[in-house]
């Protein structure tokens, strides 16, 4: 066992998978239980690193790690939701695809920055549908008399699947691609300008955020404060 291994081992935590099943062409919802999830400190928006291959005995460990949005945590029950897509076909998604119930995962978290942040007047949530459990999580937060956009991009119609409750309240637009540009026509036909100060979450591929962040900011003047922007791979 290399030395990282080792010292990997001892800063994170264990989980047990309780449920895993696939619920879209591209995505497999994973169950997680823990005695360590019991008066867990979480925001909406965070996420969980997780570390799949830290577990196995001697020199099978590796430190393969992947970063997950956390879907959904119920302190009640110490048990949390993980959307993981696979459209890569890399470990991560390899791992989620042979997950099973009992099976042991090693984690560290929750951390990261791109949460909800409460009392905006509006907000838009912008991205493929890599960001969608993501979204969900920050969408159930958000009161119901304040104004929410959304534009959430997927190749195909079975690409998309629905928040816990069954429910779909996010709006899909379904194409091959859709540019920086594409994403702001579609918001601003939801009346994105009509509210100046909405806070706008944009996630996804690195270079739709990063071009969709220079036009609302060069163009469209949107204050650097109202933009909140997380690529969520390259």
Excluded at 14 to 29: D, E, G, K, L, P
Excluded at 95 to 112: I, L, T
Excluded at 164 to 169: A, N
């Amino acid at each position: 066992m290399s030395l990282l291994t080792s010292l990997a081992r001892q800063v994170t935590q264990q989980a047990t998978i309780v449920a895993a099943q696939r619920i879209a062409a591209h995505a497999y919802q994973l169950t997680l239980a823990s005695p360590a999830f019991v008066d867990w400190t979480y925001t909406p928006g965070q996420t969980l690193n997780v570390f799949f291959g830290l577990s196995a005995r001697g020199g099978a460990a590796t430190l393969r790690k992947r970063t997950y949005s956390v879907w959904d945590y119920n302190p009640h029950t110490a048990q949390l939701e993980l959307a993981v897509c696979t459209f890569s076909d890399g470990p991560g998604a390899r791992w989620a695809a042979q997950c099973r119930a009992g099976d042991e995962v090693s984690f560290y978290g929750p951390g990261g920055k791109f949460v909800l942040a409460p009392n905006a007047v509006g907000y838009a949530l912008l991205g493929d549908v890599s960001c969608l459990s993501h979204f969900y999580a920050l969408r159930r937060q958000i009161p119901t008399d304040v104004p929410v956009i959304s534009v959430i991009h997927a190749q195909h119609t079975d690409d998309c699947f629905p928040d816990l409750d069954g429910s779909l309240p996010l709006h899909f637009v379904v194409a091959d691609t859709l540019s920086a540009e594409q994403f702001l026509a579609a918001a601003e036909a939801q009346g994105l300008r009509s509210v100046p100060e909405t806070l706008v979450y944009w996630g996804g591929p690195q270079t739709t955020c990063v071009a969709g962040h220079r036009v609302l900011q060069r163009e469209w003047q949107w204050p650097d404060q109202l933009l909140k922007t997380k690529p969520f791979w390259k």
